[in-house]
């Protein structure tokens, strides 16, 4: 006839036995964590759990040797203390990030929603050929030197202001200037020189003459070179 062996066990949630309800050898089940406990001795003894699928271990795990999840969920820290970490696949972040060593990555793809960097040292470079675009939504501060092509482009000579001719013989070109309200101009157009206000031309400045369109030309003294019978000049007061 048969029989039916019985192990110790417990059907309440959470229910762990003591060292003193097993002895050494001894199994108990909970059947409702679906756990398996038993008494480790040694100089202190204690209860351990049997790893069993769907449960939930509390205190330390340690695998020698190779392990393969499905799915490996952390919900505290999880700590690897080895050479190489490999990751085959995607890995997602929910939370923080930190790395305090280099991180190497043989591409960026990056959607920020807000950020601060602050480099110590070293330097950046954003592309690496001359058909890549960068776009910048926002302010740009430059502290130090402004390089294009190569070239050195401006310095800041005080408050507010900012020296583009650096080198008279290599000085690079601005030909429109437009103030905040967009009804002032000053061009430079192929010849001439002139200053629009309200999108009219009321000064320009040629080769060969400058004319004002509108209003008056004031000095207190003003020399005008013209061409008479004599060749003189012709000069006179305001």
């Known amino acids: ?36 406990y038993f008494k480790k001795s ?3 003894e204690s209860i351990e ?14 695998l020698e040797g190779s392990g393969s999840f499905g799915s ?3 919900n505290d820290t999880l700590t690897v203390n080895h050479g190489e970490t490999i990751i085959s696949g995607s890995a997602l972040v929910t939370s923080d990030l930190t790395i ?8 960026f793809n990056i959607s920020v929603i807000s950020s601060s960097v602050l480099f110590q040292s070293g330097s950046t470079r954003f592309g690496n050929t001359s058909d890549d675009t960068h776009d910048f939504t926002g302010s740009v501060q430059v502290t130090g030197s402004l390089y294009v092509n190569g070239s050195q482009v401006g310095i800041a000579a005080g408050p507010n202001t900012y020296d583009f001719n650096l ?11 437009v103030d905040s309200t967009e009804n ?15 999108n009219t031309t009321r000064l320009s400045v040629s080769a060969s003459a400058m004319w004002v369109t509108t209003g008056s030309v004031t000095s207190n003294y003003m020399h005008l070179a013209k061409y008479i019978t004599n060749g003189g000049d ?5």
């Open 72 to 74: 490996l969920k952390v």
């Open 49 to 62: 759990s049997v790893l069993t699928t769907n449960s939930t271990i509390t205190g330390s795990i340690r």
């Open 184 to 198: 002032t101009y000053a061009l430079a157009q192929t010849g001439s020189f002139d200053v629009k206000i309200a």
């Open 100 to 107: 305090l060593g280099a991180v190497n990555a043989r591409q």
């Open 167 to 177: 080198d008279p013989e290599a000085a690079g070109t601005v030909n429109y200037i």
């Open 1 to 36: 006839m048969s029989q039916i062996v019985q192990l110790k066990r417990s059907a309440l949630s959470g229910k762990v036995p003591d060292t003193g309800s097993l002895n050494l050898g001894e199994l108990a089940v909970n059947t409702y964590d679906g756990k398996i």
């Open 42 to 44: 040694g100089s202190i």
């Open 234 to 238: 012709l000069d006179f007061n305001i």
